[in-house]
């Protein structure tokens, strides 16, 4: 996937660089419908019909229709703490990723988390308010979209993803 992730960034066509940085993010569409695209998509979606069948959905009443697209980061490119309205699930497809690219740190999302501390002996794995993940190239991750994370401030060039959001 990485070349034709490639390709694609290297069109015009396809280029909207929200969020300043090199991407394809279209809201209500994106690189999905084209064909260099279609095993990803049928990938995910066997994927994610798994994982959500593990989490307890009905997945007979979910329609899987992946929104799909590319990013490139490079050095200082960084992306906000955020979370995904209006998608039920969310994943990254993490393709190259040289030394020094950045994590990905995900957050407790209940509010009072962010509002004041709490007394803790010792963090474990059911009380730290936030969790990193450090990819390497070939990793695919994905959550539920209701999950607050960000991408901290990216210290390589050529960090290149594939992103969905069902």
Excluded at 52 to 68: A, C, E, H, R, S
Excluded at 124 to 131: K, V
Aim: aromatic share 12%; glycine share 4%; proline share 7%.
């Amino acid at each position: 996937m990485l070349p034709v992730c490639r390709n694609i960034l290297d069109d015009e066509r396809y280029l909207t660089n929200k969020w300043d940085y090199k991407n394809t993010y279209t809201p209500g569409a994106g690189i999905e419908q084209l064909s260099e695209m279609e095993k990803f998509t049928i990938y995910v979606k066997s994927l994610a019909k798994q994982f959500l069948n593990d989490l307890g959905y009905d997945t007979t009443v979910i329609q899987f229709d992946p929104q799909v697209f590319t990013s490139q980061m490079n050095k200082g490119d960084s992306h906000g703490r955020h979370c995904h309205p209006g998608a039920i699930l969310s994943g990254v497809f993490y393709l190259n990723m040289p030394d020094e690219s950045s994590p990905i740190q995900f957050y407790d999302p209940r509010p009072w988390r962010d509002t004041r501390i709490m007394p803790v002996k010792k963090e474990t794995e059911q009380n730290i308010p936030s969790f990193t993940f450090n990819p390497s190239a070939g990793d695919l991750i994905m959550w539920e979209s209701w999950l607050h994370h960000e991408v901290i401030p990216n210290k390589s060039n050529d960090r290149v993803t594939l992103v969905f959001n069902l």
